[in-house]
């Protein structure tokens, strides 16, 4: 039986697209391309905080985008009134070493909040415990100075266990957390390029299956993103100025990236924020239709264009 694993695609191939879409604004992105950018950016990690590997890879993609001072990539299309902004945030709950072990081992500590969670001041809603769960036993990545190292999230021994009343067993949370990166001491882990603060994440592996499903962490979010970047690739007319934006840290309490933009870029006479529905958020199994990304880029390319 083959794998339908999907990690990316090459740079040859992406590189291609890109080529193609410069030589020639007139082209528009097909359904293919559409899925390829969504399969491209679900295999890719962006940490609230720490979203650069994927704002360089959106830089490289789009022709005459830029990166501002918060890191939001932005490309301006058209010119005149009205000005609008098409936004979509980019970064992702995840995690970060808070503590390195005498004997190699990683401890985590939560960064940002579940996309699905009401704004502050409102506590953050019960998935959480069970996302915390998809750790234990699973393969991450840790994003450190020297490039990504992966790691593993250790086990509790069913023998030190054994004998033990199960009414005593509490479920595993982010603080029974030790990711094992094949390190013996402290500093075999640092010689790693790992430290506190380096970002991690469950490994990204996406799954298409079924007709036109894509399975992976936050895979409504990539998904979105991607319809936005194809719908800017494919050069629309536009309707005055529209401003697209991949914006960063959209997770933290100061939602700091769209501020940037909307302090610096505005104002707007309107504001259209790229979602793609999707089944079982904030687990490792999110799923989006890739029907529904075309659809929505097709949205929004309209929506670039001055249609509703």
């Known amino acids: 039986m083959s794998d339908s694993r999907i990690v990316g695609l090459s740079d040859g191939k992406i590189g291609l697209m890109v080529l193609l879409l410069s030589v020639n604004p007139s082209i528009r992105p097909s359904a293919q391309t559409v899925a ?50 098409a936004v979509c945030p980019l970064d992702e709950p995840g995690y970060v070493v808070g503590n390195i072990t005498d004997d190699g ?11 699905n969670a009401p704004p502050p001041p409102a506590p953050p809603p019960p998935p959480w415990a069970l996302f915390d769960q998809q750790l234990e036993g699973h393969r991450v990545t840790l994003f450190g100075r020297k490039g990504p190292v992966p790691g593993v999230v250790a086990v509790r021994s069913t023998h030190l266990q054994r004998g033990r009343p199960a009414a005593a067993e509490q479920p595993f949370t982010v603080d029974d957390a030790y990711v094992d990166v094949g390190a013996a001491t402290r500093d075999e882990a640092r010689a790693l390029g790992l430290d506190v603060l380096t970002p991690v994440a469950l490994t990204k592996r996406p799954l298409h299956y079924g007709t036109g499903l894509l399975a992976a962490p936050f895979a ?36 700091a990236g769209l501020n940037s933009v909307m302090r610096l870029l505005g104002p707007f006479a309107e504001v259209t924020v790229a979602g793609v529905p999707a089944k079982f958020p904030d687990t490792a199994v999110e799923t989006v239709a890739l029907a529904d990304v075309e659809t929505l880029m097709r949205r929004l390319v309209s929506w670039i264009g001055g249609g509703q």
């Open 105 to 115: 081992y990683l401890t985590l500590r939560r960064v940002g909040r579940s996309p």
């Open 36 to 85: 390829d950018l969504t399969l491209r950016l679900s295999a890719m990690t962006a940490v609230s905080g720490y979203e650069q590997a994927v704002t360089d890879s959106l830089v490289a993609l789009l022709p005459g985008s830029t990166k501002d001072r918060a890191g939001n990539v932005v490309l301006t299309l058209g010119r005149g009134a009205p000005k609008r902004l």
């Open 220 to 255: 409504g979010r990539r998904a979105a993103c991607a319809a936005l970047a194809a719908a800017a690739l494919g050069k629309p007319k536009t309707g005055g100025t529209v401003v697209v934006a991949f914006t960063v840290q959209s997770l933290q309490a100061s939602d």
